[in-house]
């Protein structure tokens, strides 16, 4: 199986959630002078900050992450978690990164994420991974 990336801020709700499905996984640093390095394909899984706009929606060490080539090159898909309280901006980290990394933007879920998100994104990151291999 293919791996996940995530971040989660200091108060643990995407660790919580990523820790809950179970699949493997690999966490961005809260220390911005720690850098990691994917080198298999990946689905990212992040928060979104910022109270709803564009600007501070994505986390800076999710966007130190993705500005290393070698990792950007290696994302194919993205998950986002946020607040429903955003309104229409809800998950808007999920937006900005499928459109500025040319991935798709597969689920979102809110805060820790329920038992159904839970159920849902384990499927459909097994599904997207099976279609992932029988397409290269």
Not at 10 to 28: D, K, Y
Not at 32 to 53: M, N
Not at 55 to 79: C, K, S, T
Not at 123 to 135: A, T
């Amino acid at each position: 199986m293919n791996a996940l990336v995530y971040f989660s801020s200091r108060s643990e709700n995407t660790h919580r959630f990523i820790q809950r499905l179970g699949l493997p996984a690999t966490r961005i640093p809260l220390n911005d002078q720690e850098r990691i390095r994917v080198d298999e394909p990946y689905i990212l899984v992040v928060p979104s900050y910022g109270g709803g706009g564009i600007a501070g929606a994505v986390p800076r060490q999710v966007i130190r992450f993705l500005n290393d080539e070698h990792n950007r090159a290696r994302i194919r898909g993205v998950i986002a978690s946020g607040n429903r309280n955003f309104g229409d901006a809800w998950g808007r980290a999920g937006d900005v990164i499928a459109h500025k990394c040319g991935v798709p933007w597969l689920y979102r879920f809110e805060l820790m994420g329920t038992p159904h998100d839970i159920d849902n994104v384990r499927k459909g990151v097994n599904e997207f991974w099976q279609q992932h291999l029988r397409s290269t």
